[in-house]
């Protein structure tokens, strides 16, 4: 069973800096990508960063280009999202989440990942 277990969120001014931790149990495919999707109150999920596992290839979507960073530990199976310049609208509940097999990354599409985290609450006061 695949588990993934979030933390690292809290509360920080706009402009300023918070570093997510996700580590993940459980996967034995070769093939995966560990993906970082957001949730703001009344919006959809939607896609933040991923990492692709066997290629080491990052992704970002449009909001997130030139402020976070998304980077991993193989000996500890964690992926990190390094958030930087903080703003307002980047506040929301994120998830991390695991596709398993060859999947196109940068569509972030929901269906391609099968197991999820908990969730960790971001809060950008301005």
């Known amino acids: 069973e695949v588990q993934l277990v979030e933390s690292g969120g809290g509360l920080v001014q706009a402009g300023g800096s918070l570093r997510l931790s996700c580590t993940y149990s459980?996967?034995?495919?070769?093939?995966?990508?560990i993906a970082w999707f957001r949730q703001a109150p009344g919006k959809e999920r939607e896609g933040v960063s991923a990492i692709n596992r066997s290629s080491g290839r990052t992704y970002y979507t449009d909001p997130v280009k030139g402020r976070f960073a998304v980077s991993s530990d193989n000996a500890k199976n964690t992926v990190y999202l390094q958030m930087n310049d903080l703003k307002p609208e980047d506040t929301g509940v994120y998830y991390c989440?695991?596709?398993?097999?060859?999947?196109?990354?940068?569509?972030?599409?929901?269906?391609?990942?099968?197991?999820w985290g908990q969730g960790t609450q971001v809060t950008v006061s301005s």
């Open positions: 459980g996967i034995t495919a070769h093939d995966y990508a």
């Open positions: 989440a695991a596709a398993l097999g060859v999947v196109i990354v940068d569509d972030f599409r929901l269906w391609d990942y099968s197991s």
